[in-house]
């Protein structure tokens, strides 16, 4: 949770299953190589669970575990800090 990116991943996730455009097009300004990375360190956690469905051409999606779903309060209390704390620039 603590690198960059993470909770925004998993709050794109948060809804259901997505594919990587949609979560890369959620997110805004991460490139497809840092959101790989973040997809996979997730997925190594059992935060994040990769389906391929066999069709041509082929179709992946991301979504939450069960263990990801619990997050969703994190997520959302970080994002409440965030709108009172955070000033973007």
Same mark, same amino acid.
């Given at each position: 949770? &603590?690198? +960059?990116?993470?909770?925004? !991943?998993?709050?794109? %996730?948060? *809804? &259901?299953?997505?594919?990587?455009?949609? #979560?890369?097009?959620? #997110? &805004?300004?991460?490139?497809?190589?840092?959101?790989?990375? +973040?997809?996979?360190?997730?997925? $190594?956690?059992? #935060?994040?669970? *990769?389906?391929? !469905?066999?069709?041509?051409? %082929?179709? !992946?999606?991301?979504?939450?575990?069960? *263990? &990801?779903?619990?997050?969703?309060?994190?997520?959302? $209390? #970080?994002? +409440?800090? $965030?709108? *009172?704390?955070?000033? %973007?620039?």
């Amino acid at each position: 949770m &603590g690198k +960059r990116w993470t909770p925004l !991943v998993i709050r794109a %996730l948060m *809804k &259901g299953p997505r594919r990587f455009s949609e #979560i890369r097009d959620y #997110i &805004g300004n991460i490139s497809d190589r840092l959101l790989s990375q +973040r997809l996979k360190e997730l997925e $190594a956690e059992d #935060i994040v669970r *990769k389906k391929v !469905v066999s069709v041509t051409p %082929l179709l !992946v999606h991301y979504e939450l575990t069960r *263990k &990801g779903r619990e997050l969703q309060e994190v997520v959302e $209390a #970080i994002q +409440r800090w $965030a709108d *009172k704390w955070v000033e %973007l620039t």
